[in-house]
């Protein structure tokens, strides 16, 4: 009886034991994950940075994980589960680093996606790291005109154009060309776009020997589409005639407009920092630069060939919700003095008031307040609100010329291909989105600004750090993916 009741005893102290002994080599095994957690947590960059972990805290999370588990190895050896079954302890390291980023993320806020041409930060800048880390240049889509090098870059594509000269033969004189169609100009339309390096062969398994070389086919109808985005032209796969009367534009010629851009881009400075926005008026583009990438894209209407947009450099300085609009005496003298005459009580109804100047005083329109604007001493201004021509947001950029960004009522200006319609400013198709990438930094988010937007005060907000802004005339340059692009020559500046 004795020794049953010392034989149970001794069995209770060895159950106790190898209980503990699991209890210890479990939280052992747990002991990894939680130590990478608080190392992730520490390193999450700020929600409104919307910036990667930098590489070298990523890599200190793995070596103090490693750390964690190597005196463990033998533990956790012994509780291995079966062949094929996976759970949290058997993972990989970069499984359970995926599965903890995926618990913090569901955790968080979600944040809101960009209606704008908006690219992945965190992709992007990881490539850009890898870039500088391997001493080359970063290259993708988003990937932006590198100032320091972009003229000798030209320079270099104007010398192999050169050399096409000899090759380059123009299409017959006809009519348009479309997929379907079937003759000997079609043979020289696929000579030529493989001259340009647009034309690659046929999509898919087809053999080369089997298709015919004067027919309009699918091959032939991308490389089209593909010559017609790189130099500005609708994008419509058929050879109409915009896209004839470009393809009769030599190799030589195209040699040129090369140069005089190199020579523009030389202007421009090596470095413009950071983060920079980028107007090209030939382009119709504003982009928004942030670490050699392109973050956000935008259409642009730009100044008519009798206002034209002038290049400068300058600073985003402050942005203006709900403006008013101070009319300048060019535009006053030309366009509304007149309405004013004609129509006084469409002009008031429309929100315009005669302004003195240097005073805030306005009254309404009247014979008498007509004739002081006339005579140089007053001007029209336009009360903040839904029918103002600056829309409902305006980024204050110092210069002498009074050009602004600003939004517009015409939206529908945006939906063509070639816009050159403004005074001299420049319009903006989204500038709410310009609004909150500038003001993000500052706590602002999407719901604040369309709050800003709303009613008839006008509110400026000052940009903390104000990004530098360049507004250039460049018809020529070659992309992230090492493309040459070419744009219609609007202002006439390449003769």
């Not at 060309?177 to 647009?198: I, M, N, Y």
């Not at 109808?221 to 032209?233: D, F, K, V």
């Not at 947009?309 to 101070?326: E, I, L």
């Not at 336009?382 to 050009?403: D, E, H, M, Y």
């Amino acid at each position: 009886m004795r020794t049953n009741t010392i034989a149970r005893s001794h069995c209770r102290r060895t159950s106790s034991r190898h209980f503990y002994a699991i209890v210890a080599v479990s939280c052992c095994a747990l002991l990894p994950l939680t130590t990478y957690a608080v190392v992730e947590d520490t390193v999450e960059p700020p929600v409104e940075q919307s910036a990667p972990a930098e590489p070298a805290e990523t890599e200190q999370a793995q070596q103090a994980e490693q750390k964690a588990e190597q005196p463990k190895a033998k533990k956790e050896k012994a509780e291995q589960p079966e062949e094929g079954q996976v759970t949290a302890k058997n993972k990989p390291a970069h499984q359970q680093t995926e599965k903890i980023a995926d618990v913090e993320t569901a955790s968080e806020p979600k944040k809101e996606e960009s209606g704008a041409n908006i690219a992945n930060a965190a992709d992007a800048a990881d490539a850009a790291d890898a870039a500088d880390a391997a001493g080359t240049p970063y290259t993708g889509e988003d990937s932006a005109v590198n100032f320091a090098t972009a003229g000798d870059t030209l320079r270099k594509q104007a010398e192999h154009y050169r050399q096409l000269k000899d090759h380059w033969q123009p299409i017959a004189t006809g009519a348009t060309l479309r997929a379907g169609d079937q003759g000997p100009r079609v043979a020289q339309l696929r000579k030529l776009l493989q001259l340009f390096g647009d034309y690659s062969g046929h999509p898919g398994p087809i053999i080369e020997a089997a298709a015919s070389p004067d027919r309009f086919d699918a091959g032939l109808q991308l490389a089209l589409e593909s010559y017609q985005r790189r130099h500005g032209i609708p994008v419509t796969g058929i050879a109409d005639r915009a896209t004839l009367k470009e393809l009769e534009r030599p190799p030589e010629a195209l040699a040129r407009v090369l140069e005089i851009n190199a020579e523009r881009w030389d202007k421009l400075p090596d470095k413009p920092g950071k983060r920079y926005i980028l107007v090209n008026v030939p382009d119709y583009q504003l982009q928004l630069i942030d670490n050699r990438r392109i973050a956000l894209s935008m259409k642009t209407v730009v100044g008519k060939s009798s206002k034209r947009t002038p290049d400068m450099t300058t600073k985003v300085v402050s942005v203006v919700f709900n403006p008013t609009w101070t009319v300048p005496r060019s535009i006053l003298l030309t366009d509304l003095l007149p309405k004013a005459r004609n129509n006084p009580e469409a002009m008031h109804k429309r929100g315009y008031r005669v302004v003195k100047y240097g005073t805030n005083t306005t009254t309404p329109i009247s014979d008498e307040s007509i004739q002081s604007a006339a005579n140089g001493k007053a001007t029209l201004r336009q009360i903040s609100g839904p029918g103002n021509t600056l829309g409902r947001v305006k980024f204050v950029i110092p210069n002498k010329q009074a050009i602004f960004l600003h939004d517009t009522q015409a939206q529908s200006l945006f939906e063509h291909p070639h816009r050159a319609y403004s005074h001299g400013c420049i319009r903006l198709e989204q500038p709410e989105e310009l609004a909150y990438a500038l003001l993000g930094p500052q706590g602002w988010d999407r719901t604040r600004v369309a709050q800003s937007t709303t009613g008839d005060e006008s509110v400026t907000i000052k940009v903390d750090n104000p990004p530098k802004l360049f507004i250039a005339y460049l018809t020529a340059w070659v992309d992230g993916l090492g493309k040459v692009q070419f744009r219609p020559d609007v202002y006439h500046r390449d003769n």
